[in-house]
């Protein structure tokens, strides 16, 4: 008996919810004041990192700005105080290293308040075949793109869930949707960030904690310099984004409370796609889109088996 009261009510539920996401289509949603709030910005001394820095000081929060990269992170407070009367605060932080994530949060909590936006954004990229690639660049790769985010969400979420209050946002990536080749260890850390954001948001929503919101970001390539050389076999398709259009879709989705976007729109169809289709249609789909030579270019922002920028690029 209880089955199927329970399954009448799921049934029920999937219905008003699919005519609620169905009307929220057509009805354009309200957006949240961000005034005020404190976006800390991983990755926040370039590419995309430091063009959400400057759209959320104009917005009115405040912003606190984490890079490895000292001069890159300056570079990006400095323009951000460019927009006139706006609060932010830059930190060096080498997000991988938990204890140096525990201590700086510590530092921010004290220096400015409790974190009431985390956007997880800082990332790094190798680029090549499986077996070229390094062991150490392997570590690093998930210890950037996914492990800290652990660290980020272990220091800020408690304050979080104290107020019933915040926002967490993963940069995971279309990567991190569809495994690509010459992409083994990014992709791999982009569905786990992905699979990290989405569990935490089961778990928040389980416990009640519904005012923190999970926004989960898939962009396609973006011309931030990460993925230099890389090219898209059909523009018309999967077009390589700008950094401010994506930066403003991101902006829109965390405004709007949005749990999932991915960037551009038509790669979403990919995903439907791979899940109906026999595996080798899905392979000839990503032979169609150029997987194949997707990555033949890349050059990226590495210097190859380092984890430093390019000397001529350090200064952006
Ligand atoms: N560029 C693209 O095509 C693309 C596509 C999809 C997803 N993404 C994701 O978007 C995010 C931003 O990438 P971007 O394109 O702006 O690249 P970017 O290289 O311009 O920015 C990455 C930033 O992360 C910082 N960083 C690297 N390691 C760090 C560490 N250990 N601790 C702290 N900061 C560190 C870098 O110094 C840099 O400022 C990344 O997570 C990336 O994977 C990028």
Same mark, same amino acid.
């Given at each position: 008996?209880?089955?199927?009261?329970?399954?009448?009510?799921?049934?029920?539920?999937?219905?008003?919810?699919?005519?609620?996401?169905?009307?929220?289509?057509?009805?354009?949603?309200?957006?949240?004041? %961000?005034?005020?709030?404190? $976006?800390?910005?991983?990755? #926040?001394?370039? &590419? *995309?990192?430091?063009?959400? @820095?400057?759209? !959320? =000081?104009?917005?009115?929060?405040?912003?606190?700005?984490?890079?490895?990269?000292?001069?890159?992170?300056?570079?990006?407070?400095?323009?951000?105080?460019?927009?006139?009367?706006?609060?932010?605060?830059?930190?060096?932080?080498?997000?991988?290293?938990?204890?140096?994530?525990?201590?700086?949060?510590?530092?921010?909590?004290?220096?400015?308040?409790?974190?009431?936006?985390?956007?997880?954004?800082?990332?790094?990229?190798?680029?090549?075949?499986?077996?070229?690639?390094?062991?150490?660049?392997?570590?690093?790769?998930?210890?950037?793109?996914?492990?800290?985010?652990?660290?980020?969400?272990?220091?800020?979420?408690?304050?979080?869930?104290?107020?019933?209050?915040?926002?967490? %946002?993963?940069?995971?990536? $279309?990567?991190?949707?569809? #495994?690509?080749? &010459? *992409?083994?260890?990014?992709? @791999?850390?982009? !569905? =786990?960030?992905?699979?990290?954001?989405?569990?935490?948001?089961?778990?928040?929503?389980?416990?009640?904690?519904?005012?923190?919101?999970?926004?989960?970001?898939?962009?396609?390539?973006?011309?931030?310099?990460?993925?230099?050389?890389?090219?898209?076999?059909?523009?018309?398709?999967?077009?390589?984004?700008?950094?401010?259009?994506?930066?403003?879709?991101?902006?829109?989705?965390?405004?709007?409370?949005?749990?999932?976007?991915?960037?551009?729109?038509?790669?979403?169809?990919?995903?439907?796609?791979?899940?109906?289709?026999?595996?080798?249609?899905?392979?000839?789909?990503?032979?169609?889109?150029?997987?194949?030579?997707?990555?033949?270019?890349?050059?990226?922002?590495?210097?190859?088996?380092?984890?430093?920028?390019?000397?001529?690029?350090?200064?952006?």
């Amino acid at each position: 008996m209880y089955v199927i009261v329970d399954t009448i009510q799921f049934l029920g539920k999937c219905l008003y919810y699919f005519s609620e996401a169905f009307i929220f289509k057509i009805i354009p949603l309200k957006r949240k004041d %961000v005034a005020g709030e404190i $976006v800390l910005i991983t990755g #926040g001394g370039s &590419g *995309l990192g430091r063009e959400l @820095a400057i759209h !959320f =000081a104009t917005l009115g929060s405040i912003v606190v700005l984490w890079d490895i990269n000292e001069e890159g992170n300056m570079e990006t407070c400095r323009l951000v105080k460019e927009k006139g009367d706006v609060k932010v605060f830059a930190y060096t932080c080498d997000c991988s290293k938990r204890q140096e994530v525990y201590k700086v949060a510590a530092q921010v909590r004290e220096e400015v308040g409790d974190v009431t936006i985390l956007i997880n954004n800082a990332g790094i990229v190798t680029g090549k075949p499986f077996l070229d690639t390094p062991d150490d660049m392997i570590e690093k790769s998930f210890a950037v793109n996914v492990i800290s985010h652990f660290w980020t969400c272990k220091a800020f979420l408690p304050a979080m869930i104290e107020a019933n209050h915040g926002h967490l %946002v993963c940069i995971s990536s $279309v990567a991190g949707i569809i #495994g690509i080749n &010459g *992409l083994t260890d990014y992709s @791999a850390t982009k !569905f =786990a960030a992905f699979g990290f954001a989405e569990s935490l948001f089961f778990e928040l929503n389980l416990i009640k904690k519904t005012n923190i919101k999970t926004t989960i970001i898939c962009p396609y390539l973006i011309k931030t310099g990460m993925f230099d050389g890389c090219v898209s076999k059909y523009p018309f398709l999967l077009p390589i984004l700008e950094q401010k259009y994506v930066a403003q879709k991101i902006i829109d989705a965390i405004l709007e409370e949005k749990v999932y976007c991915t960037l551009p729109k038509v790669a979403d169809f990919m995903l439907y796609l791979k899940h109906l289709m026999a595996p080798k249609m899905t392979l000839a789909m990503v032979k169609y889109l150029g997987g194949e030579t997707f990555m033949a270019s890349f050059k990226g922002r590495m210097k190859p088996n380092t984890l430093q920028p390019k000397t001529e690029e350090k200064h952006q």
